[in-house]
């Protein structure tokens, strides 16, 4: 009979009508092989196929192979190696080759057990088909990978399992998973060429080396990434339901998607390093935070969408010439406390509270609510608030730098409602003016106000110029009404003389 190691191959290339006449049987009954419907032509054929499926079988189709040894064995040592699982060893080294012929190979454990990658398989002619990492409920399994180069098809860090890389080149073409956890440190090399996504639902630890996604790298059923140090880098980042944080090293990336889904949680922690992705969406969908406390994130277009919420504490939030920053809904939130905000352009369509750190924009378009205290400050060439805008400023004192106020150095065109929020601890006082828009060029006005209350006999006055807008505390001057009493007084008095 024919030997095939893999029966999926064997019953494409070689149906069973075929693999049954064998040149053994043709010579064993001539007879029986000329009345076979097969042509001469096909036997001929079907004679060298064999011949040639003898000699090659082994390097063109895949064994699976089960790992059988010890604590802290190594790869290249052929007793470790069964063709069963939990059977004898010496079946010999997993090897790679084109195509399917990669071996599979399965490193499931029933103990704690370590196992060190001390092979090589070096592109292009080399490879596994899969790599299988996994372990029993209660035990782990480690899979040490310090140099060489592992390639393969697909891998699959299972529960349980840890893949700790500090040094050499790990790749794969059809896909990578990690539900248990995988650590790349030193000088490790992760790279998914094949345009599968990575997919992470396990842990991924990074304190160096460099990770490669050439299509995504996808969070989701609560994984987690941690990025310390090193780079990584990928078609897009999604953060469908999990985390990541980041504390230093790199990411870049075409696209960030977090929480996709309606029913989708997903937090981004950004400490320090580097964020550079031309669009990024807070929130597509679902719920999501990104938590920024140093670093510099660099965008084109930043979308927090309904749901979402971006908290900037600390760094640098910055665009690259061109795009808009925006908070499209309003739901969307952004607050800064502290840091570095230089969008080109800011067009608030949710809320955006300054209540530290500076904000610097070429035009900032106000549809929704943008709240401003004294100890941020602004820098904006013009600013725009359409009639659902609201601008909510805080007076603390009465000199400029005690009280919230813009100052645009182009323009500024006013609608919709001015509200006005009082410290605590501020005490007003007749004659008190607070000059809140100084602007070369002013157009338009506040549609409503909603100030605070005044002592008994005091009002709050606006007042309009050309390119100025100010409050200030007035006593109310006598309305017609009160005075029309006074006024039919002095006409009788008039007529009686």
């Known amino acids: 009979m024919l030997n095939v190691q893999c029966s999926m191959f064997a019953s494409y290339i070689f149906p069973p009508s075929l693999i049954r006449l064998t040149p053994v049987t043709i010579l064993q009954n001539p007879q029986k092989a000329l009345r076979h419907p097969l042509s001469l032509n096909r036997l001929a054929y079907l004679s060298i196929l064999y011949l040639l499926s003898s000699i090659l079988s082994p390097s063109i189709f895949a064994t699976d192979l089960y790992w059988v040894g010890p604590d802290n064995g190594l790869w290249s040592d052929p007793n470790n190696w069964s063709l069963i699982p939990n059977g004898p060893g010496g079946a010999g080294v997993p090897t790679g080759g084109p195509f399917i012929a990669g071996d599979h190979a ?130 897009y980042l999604e953060i469908a339901d999990g985390s990541f944080t980041q504390g230093g090293g790199s990411v870049t990336s075409g696209q960030l998607f977090m929480s996709r889904s309606v029913s989708n949680h997903s937090t981004y922690n950004f400490s320090g390093g580097t964020i550079s992705i031309p669009v990024e969406y807070i929130g597509e969908v679902g719920y999501a935070s990104l938590n920024q406390t140093g670093g510099t994130n660099t965008f084109n277009t930043l979308h927090i969408n309904a749901n979402a919420s971006y908290t900037l504490g600390a760094g640098v939030l910055q665009s690259t010439p061109g795009p808009t920053f925006q908070i499209e809904t309003l739901s969307g939130t952004m607050t800064q406390t502290g840091g570095t905000n230089l969008p080109n352009n800011l067009s608030i369509g949710g809320t955006y509270r300054l209540d530290g750190g500076s904000l610097t924009a070429s035009v900032l378009d106000n549809g929704g609510q943008f709240q401003l205290k004294p100890a941020a400050s602004t820098s904006l060439a013009s600013y725009t608030q359409s009639s659902t805008g609201n601008l909510d400023l805080e007076l603390d004192g009465t000199t400029p730098d005690l009280y919230a106020h813009l100052s645009p150095t182009s323009s500024a065109s006013l609608a919709g409602l001015l509200t006005i929020d009082l410290a605590s601890n501020f005490s007003h006082e007749l004659g008190d003016t607070f000059l809140l828009l100084d602007t070369p060029s002013l157009t338009g006005a506040f549609s409503s106000y909603n100030l605070p209350p005044l002592s008994p006999g005091l009002q709050w006055q606006p007042a309009y110029t050309p390119s100025s807008f100010s409050l200030t505390v007035v006593v109310p001057e006598p309305s017609a009404f009160l005075l029309l009493p006074s006024l039919l007084l002095l006409r009788r008095r008039r007529l009686q003389n």
């Open 106 to 235: 399965f490193v499931g454990v029933s103990a704690n057990q370590s196992l060190t990658f001390d092979g090589d398989y070096p592109p292009p002619n080399a490879g596994f088909g899969v790599l299988f990492l996994s372990a029993s409920s209660n035990n782990s399994l480690t899979f040490l990978q310090s140099s060489g180069t592992l390639n393969s098809a697909s891998e699959s860090v299972g529960t349980g399992a840890l893949y700790s890389q500090s040094g050499g080149r790990n790749a794969m073409t059809s896909g990578f998973t990690v539900s248990g956890t995988y650590s790349l440190s030193g000088t490790g090399s992760l790279f998914e060429g094949g345009g599968v996504n990575i997919s992470i639902r396990g842990s991924m630890i990074q304190t160096g080396g460099s990770a490669i996604g050439n299509n995504g790298v996808v969070l989701s059923s609560g994984g987690r990434y941690s990025l310390t140090a090193g780079s990584l880098g990928c078609d």
